[in-house]
């Protein structure tokens, strides 16, 4: 299984880690929809932790208002959907990190020395960066959506 749609309810404390073994680890409260191709988490809490196997294709990740973590994933491509004020934490970056959202901001904390170049699409979006851009990076930050920010550092 290498696509993952996950919905967070409410404003959480979000941790994604990478497992070894291929294997999935989810909250017991959550559910699950797994068509064997993907798969559908939707879970609610202050603190939630699922482990992935550490390299996947994709990832889609619904939240509001919330702190992400991103540990000991290899990914091709992430897509946060957001809204209101988010912090995104990885330790790795994979090909592409898409943040979608409307009239939000979200601080994107990066590891040091990470390769990437920026896109900005949609309407009236800003991006800062602290970090040195590589326009010739594979690596691919990009905010799409209306009015939003996206803090780099």
Excluded: W, Y
């Amino acid at each position: 299984m290498k696509d993952f749609d996950i919905k967070v309810k409410g404003n959480s404390n979000v941790t994604l880690f990478g497992t070894e073994d291929n294997t999935i680890v989810i909250p017991a409260d959550c559910s699950i929809d797994n068509s064997g191709r993907s798969c559908d988490i939707k879970v609610e809490g202050a603190e939630v932790r699922i482990g992935v196997p550490a390299s996947i294709a994709h990832i889609e990740l619904t939240i509001a208002d919330s702190e992400v973590k991103l540990h000991g994933i290899s990914f091709d491509h992430i897509e946060i959907d957001a809204s209101g004020s988010i912090t995104v934490n990885t330790d790795t970056l994979g090909r592409k990190l898409d943040i979608n959202m409307s009239n939000g901001q979200a601080d994107l904390e990066l590891p040091k020395n990470a390769s990437f170049k920026t896109r900005n699409e949609g309407k009236n979006n800003t991006i800062n960066t602290e970090l040195k851009e590589d326009v010739s990076s594979i690596n691919v930050i990009e905010i799409n959506g209306k009015n939003s920010v996206l803090n780099i550092r």
